[in-house]
């Protein structure tokens, strides 16, 4: 079966810290994987995706993300946090054998402190 | 990047009534559309798949005679929800992608619906 795991619920970073936002899937095939964004009452915004090319993948708005074939990980990291990076992230699966169905991971808060 | 249009944004109903929404890839050719629902600070949920043409695939558990999916363009999936009661109140999203399963899928706005 193939799925993503968010490690975290809820991320709480002081303005300017670095920020990790923990991703790990299970995938019998060479996943397609994405960070997506959502601020409140919104849709999503794509960060960045990885799709079997670099394993180092940057995004959008300084975030980038590393696949790590032997930790089935795909954390999300910046290294610095901006007050408008507060807002929900999800990690997301595509199922190539379900016809590239998108599997979201439960979501992390992030909360940006001043 | 591409754009996909949901509408409306907001809508309040009467239980019993039935609400359509509309997703609308404005600047590509959207193959495969997705539904998803959304509950409070929870992650999303699919609810069904649909390409253009074809009768969409549901979940399971989601009742396909009560959230009827029509996908008749690329460029055009309607969700309509049937005889909505409170319980069918939420946030739905509609999501959709070109003609590869390598590539992103663009989301909608969502719409936020409240059945009274």
């Known amino acids: 079966a193939q799925s993503v795991t968010q490690l975290d619920s809820h991320v709480s970073v002081s303005e300017g810290t670095p920020v990790l936002l923990r991703c790990n899937y299970s995938?019998?095939?060479?996943?397609?994987l994405f960070w997506y964004v959502q601020h409140p009452n919104k849709g999503l915004q794509l960060l960045l995706k990885?799709?079997?090319?670099?394993?180092l993948v940057k995004g959008i708005n300084g975030f980038e993300a590393e696949f790590k074939k032997s930790e089935t990980s795909f954390h999300l990291t910046k290294p610095s946090a901006h007050m408008s990076d507060a807002a929900e992230y999800f990690c997301?699966?595509?199922?190539?054998?379900?016809?590239?169905?998108?599997?979201f991971g439960q979501g992390t808060e992030l909360s940006v402190k001043p | 990047g591409a754009v996909v249009s949901q509408h409306p944004s907001r809508v309040i109903c009467k239980s019993g009534t039935s609400v359509k929404i509309e997703c609308r890839s404005l600047?590509?050719?959207?193959?495969?559309m997705f539904w998803y629902r959304q509950f409070p600070k929870q992650s999303l949920m699919l609810m069904a798949t649909?390409?253009?043409?074809?009768?969409?695939?549901?979940e399971q558990g989601v009742e396909k005679d009560k959230f009827l999916i029509n996908h008749a363009s690329l460029t055009l999936s309607t969700l309509t929800v049937t005889s909505a009661h409170p319980e069918d109140s939420s946030f739905y999203i509609c999501?959709?992608?070109?003609?590869?399963?390598?590539?992103?899928?663009?989301f909608g706005q969502g719409t936020r619906l409240t059945v009274v």
């Open positions: 990885y799709t079997s090319a670099a394993t």
């Open positions: 995938s019998s095939y060479s996943p397609s």
């Open positions: 649909s390409n253009e043409g074809s009768k969409a695939t549901y």
């Open positions: 997301v699966v595509s199922l190539y054998n379900q016809g590239g169905k998108l599997i």
């Open positions: 600047d590509f050719q959207a193959t495969t």
């Open positions: 999501s959709a992608r070109g003609d590869s399963t390598n590539t992103e899928a663009f």
